[in-house]
């Protein structure tokens, strides 16, 4: 009774609140970080493929900081948020203004430790509060997170519009984040069910894995416009810096739209149909991005993909919590994250490969072929939720 009555009164918004504002700075940071790639590209003097390379150091340092996530989520109790999402916004100060391929490579592996663990442990505070609550919160969370990257994606752009340099924008993203982390804090903000369990109890299964590989793709998707479309724009089509940051702007905005209207349609459309439909809508808009002849078609590509691939991640990673059992759910949450994140991460310096041997086209035209593999998904993890 009394969480009916708390959740009459705050609403989702108020329920979520400190996983929404860790959202929000994780979209601050990565959303500024890909409206100001051109100009990181054009200081450190590296062609796509060595940028990409060079964003494959934040994957590596994700992959392990997520594994030890769980471990420290345990050890920091309810301050596992604030203060993982104070460290990402510190890491995020130093890309722009490293001196050298060196020291960029090393703000790269900073950048991706802590996004790492607070997506994990994000991730599995909203599961935890969903179960507490019996709201859906995972679509809320993920628009925000689209959002603040919007917003944070054109307020880049503007800057560099204005003639700010990189150091000085991802400072100020920075910042912002790092105010933002103030929010996080809650009373009773501990992260149940992170911890192993004896040997042989609360078996994941194969839903984690199912749900981590669709989240794969749907991030790689994501992150082909978030990285690569700044440069596809002004590069392939000869946009201007304020067109190319507006790439990146408009995949965001439509996302968050798109996830807030998505966690209505949850109470209306089969999960599955919801996932399948949003897989071929967003290889769709892949495609015209790929085709585009102009800046304003490449957009329209964006905006089109945005739509589909909105729904993917948030909707996988509510099934994965609905397959698994209470007092499995935050590291099945956990396990499907850390899947979702290859493609979050190896998704740019992938694409950034396939880029410098057959051009931005050919990436984002891999892109709408690797969402295809949703529809096979999809009905797999059907039966498992």
Same mark, same amino acid.
């Given at each position: 009774?009394q969480?009916?009555r708390?959740?009459?009164?705050?609403g989702?918004?108020?329920?979520?609140?400190?996983a929404?504002?860790?959202?929000?700075?994780?979209g601050?940071?990565w959303?500024t970080f890909?409206?100001?790639?051109?100009?990181v590209k054009?200081?450190?003097?590296?062609?796509?493929?060595?940028?990409? !390379?060079l964003?494959?150091?934040?994957?590596?340092? #994700?992959i392990?900081?997520?594994?030890?996530?769980?471990?420290? %989520?345990?050890?920091l109790?309810?301050?596992?948020?604030?203060?993982m999402?104070l460290?990402m916004g510190?890491?995020f100060?130093l *890309? %722009? +203004?490293?001196?050298a391929?060196?020291?960029f490579a090393?703000?790269?592996?900073?950048?991706?430790?802590? @996004? %790492?663990?607070l &997506?994990?442990l994000?991730?599995?505070?909203?599961?935890a509060?969903e179960?507490?609550?019996?709201?859906?919160?995972?679509n809320l969370c +993920?628009a925000?997170?689209?959002?603040?990257?919007?917003?944070?994606?054109i307020g880049?752009?503007?800057?560099?519009?204005?003639g700010?340099?990189?150091? #000085?924008i991802?400072t100020a993203?920075a910042l912002?984040?790092?105010?933002?982390?103030?929010a996080?804090l809650e009373? &009773?903000?501990? $992260?149940?069910?992170l911890?192993?369990?004896p040997?042989? +109890?609360?078996?994941?299964?194969a839903a *984690?894995? $199912?749900?981590?590989?669709?989240?794969m793709?749907?991030f790689?998707s994501?992150?082909? #416009?978030?990285?690569?479309?700044?440069?596809h724009?002004?590069?392939?089509?000869?946009g201007s810096?304020?067109?190319?940051?507006?790439? =990146?702007?408009l995949? #965001?905005?439509?996302m968050g739209?798109?996830?807030?209207?998505g966690?209505?349609? /949850?109470?209306?459309?089969? =999960?599955?149909? !919801?996932?399948?439909?949003?897989?071929?809508?967003a290889?769709?808009g892949? !495609?015209?991005a790929?085709?585009?002849?102009? *800046?304003?078609?490449?957009h329209?590509?964006f905006?089109?993909?945005?739509i589909?691939a909105?729904?993917?991640?948030?909707t996988?990673?509510?099934?994965? %919590?609905?397959?698994?059992?209470?007092?499995?759910r935050?590291r099945?949450?956990?396990r499907?994250?850390?899947?979702?994140?290859?493609?979050?991460?190896f998704g =740019?310096?992938t694409?950034?490969?396939?880029?410098a041997?057959?051009?931005?086209?050919?990436?984002?035209?891999? @892109?709408?072929?690797a969402l /295809?593999?949703v529809l096979?998904?999809? *009905?797999?993890?059907?039966?498992?939720?």
């Amino acid at each position: 009774m009394q969480t009916l009555r708390s959740t009459r009164v705050g609403g989702p918004f108020r329920v979520a609140r400190p996983a929404l504002a860790a959202f929000a700075g994780m979209g601050i940071c990565w959303g500024t970080f890909a409206a100001v790639v051109p100009d990181v590209k054009a200081m450190l003097r590296v062609d796509e493929a060595g940028l990409g !390379l060079l964003m494959l150091f934040a994957p590596v340092a #994700a992959i392990v900081a997520m594994l030890a996530a769980a471990r420290m %989520g345990s050890a920091l109790g309810r301050y596992a948020l604030p203060l993982m999402t104070l460290a990402m916004g510190l890491a995020f100060a130093l *890309p %722009g +203004h490293a001196p050298a391929v060196w020291a960029f490579a090393a703000a790269m592996l900073l950048c991706g430790a802590t @996004t %790492g663990a607070l &997506d994990v442990l994000m991730n599995a505070r909203v599961t935890a509060l969903e179960s507490e609550r019996g709201l859906n919160l995972m679509n809320l969370c +993920h628009a925000v997170y689209s959002l603040a990257f919007a917003a944070a994606a054109i307020g880049t752009g503007l800057a560099r519009g204005a003639g700010q340099g990189p150091g #000085a924008i991802l400072t100020a993203a920075a910042l912002a984040t790092l105010l933002v982390a103030f929010a996080t804090l809650e009373r &009773d903000g501990t $992260i149940q069910g992170l911890s192993r369990p004896p040997r042989g +109890h609360a078996a994941l299964g194969a839903a *984690p894995l $199912i749900g981590g590989a669709m989240v794969m793709i749907a991030f790689l998707s994501e992150n082909a #416009a978030e990285s690569w479309s700044a440069l596809h724009v002004e590069r392939t089509l000869g946009g201007s810096a304020t067109e190319g940051s507006l790439g =990146p702007a408009l995949l #965001a905005i439509t996302m968050g739209v798109a996830r807030l209207a998505g966690q209505g349609l /949850l109470a209306r459309v089969a =999960p599955a149909t !919801l996932l399948s439909g949003g897989a071929l809508v967003a290889g769709l808009g892949a !495609l015209v991005a790929a085709l585009a002849a102009s *800046p304003a078609q490449a957009h329209a590509g964006f905006i089109i993909m945005g739509i589909g691939a909105s729904v993917i991640a948030p909707t996988a990673f509510s099934m994965v %919590g609905r397959a698994a059992r209470p007092e499995a759910r935050a590291r099945a949450v956990a396990r499907a994250t850390i899947l979702g994140y290859f493609g979050y991460f190896f998704g =740019p310096p992938t694409l950034g490969l396939l880029a410098a041997a057959f051009g931005l086209r050919a990436a984002f035209a891999f @892109t709408a072929v690797a969402l /295809l593999s949703v529809l096979v998904l999809a *009905p797999l993890m059907s039966r498992r939720s």
